[in-house]
DNA sequence: CCGCGACAGATGCTATAGCAGCGTTGCTAT
DNA sequence: ATAGCAACGCTGCTATAGCATCTGTCGCGG
């Protein structure tokens, strides 16, 4: 026997009806079922989800709260629609909050994990033009490490909240991706530096290292988006 | 005539008896009406706000949410107890994104508002054993004018997240500054470094001072609520 | 005296109904 | 034809009632 039976991870009783509307309307929006910018109301959602308004309505709450849904005025519900300007800050700000999670993780990742954030990069470097869903798989392996060792549920729930945001505009330029090899090529780098950033165990150099890398592809991502805009993004820099 | 009158701020239509009950509930746990680890619920709650459940319900949830409330069981509500170390994780992660802010500000800040913050400092400098409210107004008008520079609603909108679940033990932890003078010349040199490294205009140096004060304030902060409790906080340390 | 089971109260969740405010539409009067 | 007004419908908000589930207690049996 290999031990006692570890603690399964309790089952989840079925979820209410109001936290399933948040999911699938969150959902919905990341998706690109629900427009940003688009109209939403209690009793429309609620016909198109099959229940009643009561637990449409604490669900658009929290996505208010959340901010993915906005009321335009009193009785105006509208996904939300962000500014190039807004995404962009959105997006350096989650850079910088993942950064500041790497310098939390900093003193705490044992060398197990270091060797596997090793082996990650390895097969990433290995055949940098692999699918996106399999860069995607690896890169969030590598993240988690991160989250992990960090151990900080506040920071790591802000970052949830932030990430969230602009997911669907990311996502669309993440299958971009695929058409540019040499972006891959760029954050397999950034993976590079920022595990031996963790090996030199300097908590600075490990939040300088990753935030630089995070923004740089966050300008990678909008500059992919938006071929047409100015690649200087001097304003409002996070970066020295 | 000093010019046409300047747009006055709408009016806020009444607001909903949910978002009374979410900030009457609020106000209740940072005041300790309602004590930390207390049980809540929905109908008792409604009972004393003389509301119905429903707008009372809605308010915990969004509570939930933020971290100021916590299922236990499946039916069972509570005000969230934070550990000592939770507390410090949330101080300090508090105080990187107060940092943050601060690192924003810095390229937009002009001089006018730079000789604001000058003339609160000296206003701070003058007398430093004022009465904590005069020391917190001050010190509130000082965090306005970067937050109003940095101009970035999502990181305030974590930032006010975040403050508000360690309030009730800082204020409690403010008012006991009156007793302890050093500790209020320590923040005032704080604000005066801080400004310092605004003028300077070098964002690095700015986010880095302000961290690093600010995480010496939650360390004074916990070690003037628990004297006991061993001054090496070098765990999960936050700064170099 | 101890244990087990049933009943009653409490609690969160959902549905429904009705209210008040706002916008729109269509009609009417000038 | 256009401007004004009135009625209708849409929308978010609140209250209430009922359901399912859990908890705590009381009583009965061993």
Do not use: C, W
């Amino acid at each position: 026997m290999s031990g006692a039976a570890p603690d399964l991870p309790a089952l989840q009783r079925a979820q209410s009806l109001a936290d399933q509307a948040y999911q699938a309307i969150r959902e919905g929006i990341a998706t690109g079922t629900f427009a940003a910018g688009e109209r939403v109301t209690e009793r429309g959602l609620a016909a198109r989800l099959h229940v009643s308004p009561t637990p449409v309505r604490e669900a658009l709450r929290r996505l208010e709260q959340d901010g993915l849904i906005e009321r335009v005025s009193a009785r105006e519900l509208r996904v939300v629609e962000h500014s190039p300007e807004s995404l962009h800050e959105l997006l350096l700000t989650g850079a910088a909050l993942r950064a500041l999670e790497a310098r939390f993780a900093t003193s705490k990742l044992d060398e197990a994990a270091l060797d596997r954030m090793a082996a990650i990069v390895d097969e990433l470097g290995a055949d940098p033009v692999r699918t996106i869903a399999e860069y995607l798989r690896l890169a969030r392996e590598f993240d988690r490490e991160i989250e992990q060792a960090a151990g900080n549920p506040t920071l790591r729930g802000l970052i949830q909240s932030v990430t969230f945001m602009g997911q669907e505009r990311r996502m669309r330029s993440i299958e971009n991706m695929r058409f540019h090899p040499d972006v891959a090529a760029h954050r397999i780098q950034g993976h590079r530096d920022i595990l031996a950033a963790l090996r030199s165990r300097d908590p600075d150099t490990v939040e300088r290292i990753f935030r630089h890398h995070a923004v740089a592809g966050v300008d990678l991502l909008l500059t992919d988006l938006d071929p047409t805009q100015d690649a200087d993004r001097s304003q409002g820099r996070i970066t020295g």
